[in-house]
């Protein structure tokens, strides 16, 4: 079975300063999906990044970036110029493009505060 | 991407009682997902419901426990029977189009 791992339970970063956050998976799969959610105070799981396991190329949406090491199993989130809102849990999740929706394995997440 | 909603998005509730909770979704979906989340812990699969079809619930959880109904594919209920403090999470449903989509979850306190 998959499993995800998260070893930074807690993070800060001042605003406008630069954090990554550290994302391990195990699994015997050459093609899968990996996330990253965000999940602030309001409880609402946000989709922040997607990457697709077979594509090379670090997938980015605006300020968010992933370093995808496949051979590694890594999958680090970087949140440049960081802003107050960037403050939530954060989840990586790995998604098997086998066994639909049932093999959708979440991390224990990690929380990161932004100080102004 | 889709929009879900859920009814009641809280609710305080006595201990032996039962709380059904709602999920819409703005589009048609094969699958729907039940996720409970402890407080301060990450996301739980509780079961997947199929229209037309028994839901298949994860290890650990039991129909009797956690009876689902899907009636239609833009719709599900999950209900937390007799329950008990221990019971207290937030609940979410979400949709799976190759990313997982949530709903904003209901957050239910037993006491």
């Known amino acids: 079975a998959q499993t995800v791992t998260q070893s930074q339970p807690e993070m800060s970063v001042q605003e406008a300063e630069t954090v990554t956050l550290s994302c391990t998976y195990d699994t015997s799969e050459s093609d899968y999906y990996l996330f990253w959610y965000k999940q602030p105070p309001s409880r609402q799981m946000i989709l922040v990044i997607r990457q697709e396991a077979y594509k090379q190329q670090n997938a980015t949406e605006n300020r968010f970036s992933v370093n995808f090491q496949k051979a590694a199993k890594s999958f680090s989130l970087k949140i440049s110029d960081s802003q107050l809102g960037d403050a939530a849990m954060y989840f990586c999740a790995y998604r098997s493009v086998y066994n639909y929706g049932q093999n959708f394995v979440f991390g224990p997440g990690t929380r990161l505060s932004v100080l102004p | 991407s889709a929009v879900i909603s859920q009814k009641p998005s809280r609710d305080i509730c006595q201990r032996g009682t039962s709380l059904t909770i709602q999920c819409q979704v703005d589009s048609q979906v094969t699958m729907m997902f039940w996720y409970r989340q402890q407080p301060g812990q990450s996301l739980t699969l509780i079961a997947t419901a199929n229209q037309g079809s028994e839901a298949t619930y994860e290890s650990g959880f039991v129909i009797d426990k956690f009876p689902i109904s899907r009636p239609n594919l833009t719709f599900s209920t999950l209900t937390v029977s007799n329950m008990s403090p221990e019971d207290s999470s937030i609940y979410l449903c979400?949709?799976?189009?190759?990313?997982?989509?949530f709903g904003p979850g209901t957050r239910l306190t037993v006491l």
């Open positions: 979400s949709v799976d189009l190759d990313t997982q989509y």
